[in-house]
């Protein structure tokens, strides 16, 4: 394992975030020094001096561009293709289908997706996959 981690920024304390603030505030020019940056986001210098060389809000270089989602489908005509259509409606472009034979008539299937024109974010197509008629499970696995 790597020595970054991928962080869903709700778990974290408000400074991480404000450390990106105060960073974005002196970069723009709007301040001239670290103090008045954050004093204008509301942390200490300390705070910003600590973390502002190891927490980063993702950028254009640092956006993911694919994800690997899996899911259940029922075993009947018509279920793989809503799925698809949602995936396409939503600007996802399907890189690679992984369909196991149903067993019991539920199959489970992998898809990998460049996401790099996705007009939703990757939950909110998650909850629309999840919310088909015949799609269940539908999981994020990865995404780079």
Do not use: W
């Not at 990106?20 to 940056?37: C, F, H, K, P």
């Not at 809000?57 to 489908?73: G, R, V, W």
Request: aromatic residues 6%.
């Amino acid at each position: 394992m790597g020595k970054y981690l991928l962080v869903d920024k709700t778990i974290l304390p408000d400074c991480y975030e404000k450390v990106i603030e105060a960073r974005a505030i002196l970069a723009s020019g709007r301040v001239t020094d670290v103090s008045e940056a954050v004093r204008a986001v509301g942390i200490s210098r300390s705070t910003y001096y600590k973390y502002r060389d190891y927490v980063f809000a993702p950028n254009d270089d640092m956006e993911c561009h694919k994800a690997i989602i899996s899911f259940t489908l029922s075993h009947k005509a018509g279920v793989l293709g809503e799925v698809l259509n949602v995936i396409a409606e939503n600007g996802a472009n399907i890189l690679t289908i992984s369909q196991n034979l149903p067993i019991n008539s539920r199959a489970h299937v992998v898809v990998t997706l460049d996401i790099s024109h996705l007009s939703v974010d990757v939950d909110n197509l998650i909850k629309s996959i999840n919310s088909l008629d015949g799609a269940t499970g539908t999981k994020l696995i990865s995404v780079e």
